[in-house]
């Protein structure tokens, strides 16, 4: 024999196994079954045949019906419409399903040995009447279930925006630490000391790009977005600077659509993506390889690609910190409208591709 707290933990496990909406009908149900036979054994002044068939009949009814109900509103997703649709859908399913419930009690009077309409109405006239007396009934329920769906629906945005928002600052910290390699830089600094002497107006230069680069670097956490045009010139100062180092290994090509520069982007994105075809295709080969950026405008969105020569690894497409921040910060930026693949689209040739929405008014001069 089970002991008292052993079987109460048991209840309360079952109970936990049970969904909300489940939980909420059956005790909903259970407490108008209970209220009405309240009122029956201590108002009511003569019996009636065949009450707690009758009351048993109509709550189980009422569940199914209601069940239903629920079914039609998340099948056609009711609840994701404008709120004036909401309103009118919650008034007109009560009506339909006040009337099926009046067809259902009427229709289960005239099969099962239970007589609830000793007046003698018609089928169609005797299913009216109930269903006017539970339109009420249902009305509440609706009103209810609504009520709890946008509750339900605010706490869920509420607990997505702070997780989102613990999410950015822990990517802001780490984007602050990650934005440059270290390794660039030091192989950036000993590339310009070698044209000190050789040429010097080439280092002023590279000086000068690496400056650039170091600059954007330490604004970037302060923006959200920023338009192509200055990240693809922050590029370029990348580029330039990786071409003193591979000198003729390294061959650059862009194909950029001028309408697409004032489209805005999260900075330093493309630097990741280019950064990781220096570290993963280019440093890789002997005879290096050739990069090329494309910018341009594909149906009804933004693509950004930047191919390489290389070859996709294992490691090469879940590299750490870079890929996935790319992921991360376009999800939280722009939702299920943007995304980021890598693949292999040639023999010797890998494509990092990224799709964003189209900004309307950065097409407007």
């Not at 590279?206 to 970037?220: D, F, G, V």
């Not at 996709?312 to 930026?333: P, Y």
Request: aromatic share 10%.
């Amino acid at each position: 024999m089970k002991s008292p707290l052993k079987a109460i933990s048991t209840f309360t496990e079952m109970l936990r196994k049970i969904s909300p909406y489940w939980l909420c009908q059956i005790c909903g149900w259970s407490a108008y079954a209970l209220i009405y036979t309240f009122f029956y054994l201590t108002i009511s002044t003569k019996p009636t045949p065949n009450f707690f068939s009758i009351l048993m009949l109509d709550t189980l009814t009422g569940l199914l019906v209601t069940h239903l109900m629920r079914t039609v509103i998340k099948r056609f997703k009711l609840m994701d419409k404008e709120l004036h649709v909401q309103i009118g859908s919650l008034i007109g399913l009560t009506l339909l399903f006040s009337f099926l419930y009046g067809l259902f009690i009427t229709g289960f009077n005239r099969i099962l040995p239970i007589e609830s309409n000793p007046r003698g109405y018609g089928f169609l006239n005797y299913a009216v009447r109930v269903a006017f007396g539970a339109f009420l009934f249902l009305f509440i329920w609706n009103s209810i279930y609504f009520i709890y769906y946008y509750v339900s629906k605010s706490r869920k945005e509420l607990l997505e925006r702070l997780r989102l928002e613990t999410l950015v600052k822990e990517l802001e910290l780490k984007t602050i630490k990650a934005h440059i390699n270290p390794h660039f830089i030091f192989n950036a600094l000993n590339s310009i000391r070698a044209l000190v002497d050789e040429n010097p107006g080439r280092a002023r230069t590279a000086i000068t790009e690496l400056s650039n680069i170091l600059r954007s670097s330490m604004k970037a956490d302060m923006q959200e977005t920023t338009p192509l045009e200055r990240e693809l010139n922050i590029v370029k100062d990348y580029l330039a600077l990786e071409q003193i180092r591979f000198e003729h290994r390294l061959q650059v090509s862009y194909d950029i659509d001028e309408d697409t520069l004032d489209q805005p982007i999260p900075p330093m994105m493309l630097q990741t993506l280019v950064e990781n075809a220096i570290k993963h295709g280019i440093s890789k080969h002997v005879d290096g390889g050739t990069i090329h950026v494309i910018s341009d405008f594909k149906a009804d969105h933004h693509e950004i690609i930047v191919r390489n020569t290389g070859v996709l690894t294992a490691t090469t497409s879940t590299d750490g910190f870079g890929l996935s921040s790319t992921r991360n910060r376009l999800k939280i930026l722009f939702g299920e409208a943007a995304s980021f693949s890598i693949q292999d689209i040639g023999a010797q040739t890998v494509e990092a591709k990224i799709i964003l929405p189209i900004q309307l008014h950065s097409l407007i001069k």
